[in-house]
């Protein structure tokens, strides 16, 4: 994550400050003085996954250049309530100005990492992997998909215009599978895979006769599911998706679909919750 | 939320759109011609309260100028499971490219205001009112402070510059309470309430003497708390929180404190699922 | 100031920069070489109070990052005519290209702070104290408001969003006074303190009623003010307002208005005129 | 200016806007019901020249598409206090909210326009012009100097790339007034005159010989400069600046010098009082 | 091209428009009155393919939302010197100071739409299609890429984050043609195809056994480019590169290589001359 | 170009960079470990004149703020195939993340450069001076006119602002060339010269009268040139321009113009083809 920071990141955050400081932080500056130093402590008060360290930072370097964070841990690390996860030195004022910014994005990055890995725990042993969606909070891909990558999930395409992905619309709008297929094989660069929603098993075979790349088998039932896979007999990469429950899942590990997809990951993960405290003027 | 949609709502559902649009939607784009007008409809797959239809509504209009939306509830309405919510008219292209930012905001937004809904409903009858915090996912603040108060919820401060909350942190370095509460009168503008926060009886008191405006009771035991409420006796605002469970919400409630705030409104609400279906050519 | 350079003041200068330099200075370009270094005196002209010397120093390091600038004086200091204020040391194309925004903000922002200080100065012995408004310059706020505290000012609500004053329009809206305070205690975060302009001794009371935190008695003459405080009692703060004139302003102190307003502080101020003398090649 | 409002002039006045407004005019969204219909009144609370009406109305536009302004005068028209400039029709919540920022811009620029009037009218009959500077506040110059035209005077140099001004500093580093001259012949792009600021007559007429297009003839007395311009006979164009006081005014005008240049138009003129009353729901 | 305009295309138009005008187009709003209607005429003085018509309407419509173009050729239409392909209306101001702009991204596309064609062409008759590259010019890669389709070329990857191209540096970083593609299939979304760049038949036969999806066959003569097609045997998509010449293009075509990549095609493409005419006052 | 670096040039690069990186640069970030320490050759392969180095230098240093580059040429020096131009070190990762972007501004503004220099060599041994024109590339007017002067040309106007040059249009509009003239004179800062685009020698004799500064001679046979400038007899600067091909420019040196502007220098040089090799892991 460390080399995207100045490019595709620092705006965002710089956004982020600007929404929770319109002038100043007038408590803090009402009531620490200007140019002291200190340095205060970055505490787990839930057990789970960390991701966001070079995040975390990047807020207080934006605010002071001189900020720097000593890490014990890294991210991917299990962490147990009471931890001690890092130590960040700056001008006083700059750690309790960014604290609350900081701490956004490090707890819900932090939070998907540790409900991904709770998820995809349940496909050891199975050949599937589990994916994330577009089913993002805008303005926090880059941070939601990095995190289910620390979780131990896998990235599904970034955004529309690098990936191909007919759904049941497109689908209607094209007049039918083999019709959009074709149009996407037309229009799209050669380098992009093409991926086809179907909802039941003629359509897939219309899909694999006209090469599609990646079948996505919508809402089947397990039965329709294990036929639609001994169907594709490796012509073509399986992914399953639709309200997965925990339930489901590891059923559908066994299946032997590719991929299975979850929106959940990102978008209704709780935090996880942790804390600045012990603030020391140095 | 009409009124600040060109101001301060503009510019980040832009910035959302171009997160999920590079350069084109290169499905929709290669199926669907140009210049085609289509209608779509917005229909809920949970049982739930609505909200941010203006922002789902404008993430159409800022890729067509042309779009329309045809609202069958309003903000704050519940919905239940298969109910048309909304008819969306734009060019067909714009309704497949922005349904998933469309939804990804009102989603999110409806999810919260849900989730605080449910929490509200149980200071029913009681003194108490239900308050947001700045956990707040980064960038998402106007969004979920208004989610928020569709829910039934109240607004704490909006961000570090237009409220004082005077913490630990801050009560350690200024040297004491009456320090902290006096430096603030002095530094801040006028207009501002005082808040401190205050971990027991004795900071209580030494708040009250210094002139604050509001208390925060910071994880005290229900005991503790009640005392204190008499100790105030309304020379305060009182608000209470840390880590409320539903569990003690009630109990809370009937303790007498005029406000309860719950981070989570915000930061862990998951999503209320909702689904655009039966695109139709016009 | 400082802990907001980065955040919010940057983004300001480099505006103003670019507003000055389209593509280059042709004249320093054409007649200095590059990669020279040198330094050159500021200097003031006038006697005034100094406000502003880090938005100063900032203009010449968003140009050069090894800009300095070894000050003499502080932010509130008085200077007199000829007195030398710093010594500014960068490369030589860069003093000489971001002289004037630099000075344009310094200059602006002195004579904000030296003519607060003499209006200030005739408030001393009252209980009364002088406050600016939101009359300021446009995206000129942040410096402007903060000159009026370094001239001895105080600051009332930076905007529209953090703090409420309930003015005639408002009270006209709403039905009266008692329906608009009313109305802005349900529907304001409960850290704001509401506000209301007064015109007579009947809407006072009725502000007093409705729990109005602060009274703005607007374009009363002596005597109406002298009863309107004495009505009022303690019960709010109370502030007067419109076209406060230099005779006026003592009298007005007297009385025991808590504070008094005056738009003129930030848009009719004088600048205070210094200058850039005395390039030295290094 | 209309033809700019667009492309140069939206950018700054949403940047003002968003100066004014965080999240929302909190005191105007409490009290008056959205989608409500209303217009108001711009008087003139003062004598002087308007300057500035596009601008005004463009705030209003830019919160609500739907805003009418009925224009009763325009700019460059002399007003007299209480006379009925504009009645402007919008949503009632953005007349309110957009108020303040749109009289900070039209007081302003009213004010610049008033007072370069008043000091143009001493050069009548003479052959010399009154000339702005680069002098103007930060992110207002686009602005000011539309405000000067309007008060009869012209403009000098937009800024520093498009326009060559060789000072003193200059001619230091460059050895001289011929090699500056030299040097900025050589280097700028030949569509630009060379102006020149000499402080005695050796320098002037160094910089005729060198071939300057334009003179500033820099802080001389009234002598000095008779003797500069009847050497200079019509070779150049010539400008006087300097702390130029009113009372000098006059008497550089009848010397016969061509252009006489005042910094003070645009950094230091108060405003133009004005107001918007009588809000009425329609 | 239309449904983008809006979203991705107007913040750069909107750039390039101030670069072309700092304040205002000091000839035009000299010479002509503000709000006097009128129309030119785009005629073209030269033969070519003509592309971006939508972009080119869009520049004037940022300056005057009232422009209308009436166009009588479209995008990958044929035109011949003295063409009338389109009539602009506007403010007469506003055509003017739009012209340039509009022009400049009118030819440039079109030039390269143009030049395309050329190419393309001898490739017909063979399987080969003719492919863009990231070789564009510094954002004017949705132009330049848009207006290689027009032009009958096909587009490679639009960027670093939606295509995996493994060349020599990150071969020699990983260890081997078989580490790098391992490395990739395990890091990259699944979505994406993986296309190893090679240099001869060895690493040709490793990329293949290692799953790569597309071959690149970097400068190979044509006698190995033929054995290379003949061991790929379908198994993977083939491309070249590599400095194609006018004269190896037909050969190359007729070797049976998939796409032929030609980054020439936008960074050194001349442009194609048009021009505005005949500006009449309605 | 250096001093320019951070106001002007920044945000462009910026834009650039995330044209080509949306996320990241998923190839590199797959094979090369992140934090490793690399340096790689900036080598020609074509004959030419380079350009641009600062701002090549720069994609690196806003990719990776330790990157540096050791350069053995300077902007303007003689190229030829295989020299070794630079040595580039930084993170692995950001030497090939950013090579394209680098290469697409260094090749394009020393294809400018190369190209210029190639036309301006006819001119040498006649009093004419190559000029550029406004046609540049959207968005690259700031790098291609420096490239133009590194080729030994001169740069007419920036831009609409900073420059006045009548054209047939405007004459038309105004009523004729007297009038344009006049319209020019009271309506532009003093500081510009006037240039005037004459077609025949009735509208030159017209625009001398009338005071022009410069002659623009369009599209004139070089027999009426010749009349031209012996009509102009040094009371004006001349300029020719009108598809000016090869074998005129040294027959028009020849005649005696001043200036001979080529629009082809900016929007029709091809690029100067350049690489990246030998990437060395330190």
Redesign the interface.
């Known amino acids: 994550m460390?080399?995207?920071i100045?490019?595709?990141i620092d705006p965002?955050?710089?956004?982020?400050?600007?929404?929770?400081?319109?002038?100043?932080?007038?408590?803090?500056?009402?009531?620490?003085a200007?140019?002291v130093k200190a340095e205060?402590d970055l505490i787990a008060k839930e057990a789970g996954i960390i991701a966001g360290l070079a995040v975390y930072q990047r807020v207080f370097e934006?605010?002071?250049?001189t900020a720097t964070v000593e890490k014990f841990v890294s991210d991917g690390d299990t962490v147990k309530p009471g931890d001690l996860l890092a130590i960040v030195a700056a001008?006083?004022?700059?750690l309790?100005?960014g604290e609350?910014?900081a701490?956004?994005?490090l707890?819900?990055m932090s939070?998907i990492a540790t409900h991904t890995q709770k998820v995809a725990k349940q496909l050891i042993g199975t050949r599937s992997r589990l994916?994330d969606t577009?089913?993002?909070?805008?303005?926090?891909?880059?941070f939601e998909?990095y995190a289910v990558t620390i979780g131990g999930g896998?990235?599904?395409?970034?955004?529309?215009?690098?990936?191909?992905?007919?759904?049941d619309?497109?689908i209607?709008?094209?007049g039918g599978v083999k019709?959009?297929i074709a149009?996407?094989k037309?229009?799209?660069?050669?380098?992009?895979?093409i991926?086809v929603e179907v909802e039941n098993l003629e359509m897939l075979k219309e899909a694999l006769e006209a090469g599609a790349d990646?079948i996505m088998l919508d809402n089947m039932d397990v039965d329709t599911m294990k036929a639609a896979i001994k169907i594709v007999a490796g012509r073509a990469?399986t992914e399953c998706s639709g309200n997965i429950t925990q339930e489901r899942l590891k059923e559908l590990g066994d299946i032997g679909v590719?991929?299975i997809s979850c929106g959940?990951l990102t978008?209704?993960s709780?935090?996880l919750d942790l804390s600045m405290k012990n603030?020391r003027?140095l």
């Open positions: 460390n080399e995207l100045k490019l595709n965002l955050i710089q956004l982020a400050l600007q929404e929770d400081i319109t002038s100043e932080d007038i408590t803090t500056n009402a009531v620490i200007a140019g205060v934006l605010l002071d250049e001008d006083a004022r700059t309790l100005t609350r910014t701490l956004n994005y707890q819900r939070g994916l577009r089913k993002t909070t805008p303005n926090m891909r880059i998909k896998y990235n599904h395409r970034y955004n529309l215009s690098d990936g191909i992905l007919i759904k619309n497109h209607n709008a094209a019709e959009a149009a996407t037309k229009y799209a660069p050669f380098v992009r895979k991926e990646i990469v590719d991929f959940a978008h209704s709780p935090i603030l003027i």
